[in-house]
């Protein structure tokens, strides 16, 4: 009987320092809080309006496709055309250089949820268009990302920024 008895404590204690040890073993990564990626999350978790960031989430990774508009592709004024449309109703035009034209310049200090960031990568015209989140962050529809959260803050999108605003 004492055999038994040791032999049964024995398994206990040796489950208990098996279950220790692996547990010891184990550790939880995190993002650091610094990381592209963490701050684009951030920024989708900061929006104030859930219908937007619905609408973010169902087009997220849609390829680019010019003159796409629809799930098999879109292009920049395309996406930015149905946001504004779905969660604003406001009607935009369908391509970007007329899209600026109807926005109402801000600093790039003064954006609010929903206003639009105008680039041209291209020379004088505008030619890409994005919808500003917050924390210098917004969205568009990358050529070669498809629609994606990015960074304005970016020296890439700093140069080429021409414009600025709401559409109210």
Same mark, same amino acid.
């Given at each position: ?5 040791? =032999?049964? *404590? ?23 809080? $610094? ?6 999350? $951030?920024?989708?978790?900061? =929006? +104030? ?15 680019? *496709? ?6 098999? /592709?879109? $292009? ?12 604003? @109703? ?8 007329? +899209?600026?034209?109807?926005?109402? %310049?801000?600093?790039?200090?003064? =954006? ?10 291209? @020379? ?11 924390? @210098? ?7 070669? %990302? /498809?629609?994606?959260?990015?960074? =304005?803050?970016?020296?890439?999108? +700093? ?5 600025? @605003?709401?559409?109210?």
């Amino acid at each position: 009987m004492p055999f038994t008895f040791h =032999l049964k *404590r024995n398994v206990f204690y040796l489950i208990a320092l098996l279950i220790f040890l692996a547990s010891c073993g184990t550790r939880k990564y995190t993002v650091k809080s $610094d990381t592209k990626a963490s701050k684009a999350a $951030d920024a989708m978790a900061n =929006l +104030q309006s859930k219908p937007l960031y619905r609408f973010i989430t169902d087009w997220t990774g849609v390829k680019y *496709r010019f003159g796409g508009l629809d799930k098999d /592709g879109i $292009d920049c004024s395309g996406f930015a055309f149905l946001l504004e449309k779905e969660i604003y @109703g406001v009607t935009l035009p369908r391509i970007s250089r007329e +899209q600026a034209n109807v926005v109402k %310049r801000k600093n790039i200090d003064n =954006l609010k949820e929903g206003d639009l960031v105008f680039f041209s990568f291209g @020379g004088n015209d505008v030619d890409h268009v994005g919808v500003y989140l917050n924390n @210098g962050f917004f969205v568009h529809a990358s050529t070669t %990302r /498809g629609v994606i959260v990015d960074d =304005l803050t970016l020296p890439a999108y +700093q140069r080429v920024l021409v414009k600025s @605003g709401s559409v109210n």
